[in-house]
Nanobody, 122 residues
Framework: HVQLVESGGGSVQAGGSLTLSCAIS????????MAWFHQAPGKERERVAT????????YYSDSVKGRFTITLHNAQKTAYLQMARLQPEDTAMYYC????????????????WGQGTQVTVS
């Protein structure tokens, strides 16, 4: 049973930085993918960044490319999303997600989700 626990959200001024963490438990076999999604009020959940367990395939959405960095520390079983130069449009609930196999675009393909952590940029 895969469990994800997020931490690190908060409020920050535009131009500031935050780092989100996602503690992973329950993956017992093979390759897997970690992803960060965000969802603003009234909008659909959108993929922000993904990384596979080999750390050789990384994706960023155009809106965060060059500002956000996703990393995965397999030994610590923790995924991170370092967010820099935050803008008000980054305000959303951020979720980490996990799935076995390759990373995919569609949120419905992910097997496990964290509880979400709010990021507010003013």
């Amino acid at each position: 049973h895969v469990q994800l626990v997020e931490s690190g959200g908060g409020s920050v001024q535009a131009g500031g930085s935050l780092t989100l963490s996602c503690a992973i438990s329950g993956f017992t076999r093979g390759r897997y993918c970690m992803a960060w999604f965000h969802q603003a009020p009234g909008k659909e959940r959108e993929r922000v960044a993904t990384i596979n367990s080999d750390a050789n395939s990384i994706y960023y959405s155009d809106s965060v490319k060059g500002r956000f960095t996703i990393t995965l520390h397999n030994a610590q079983k923790t995924a991170y999303l370092q967010m820099a130069r935050l803008q008000p449009e980054d305000t959303a609930m951020y979720y980490c997600a996990a799935k076995y196999g390759d990373c995919e675009f569609d949120a419905v393909r992910y097997d496990a989700w964290g509880q979400g952590t709010q990021v507010t940029v003013s």
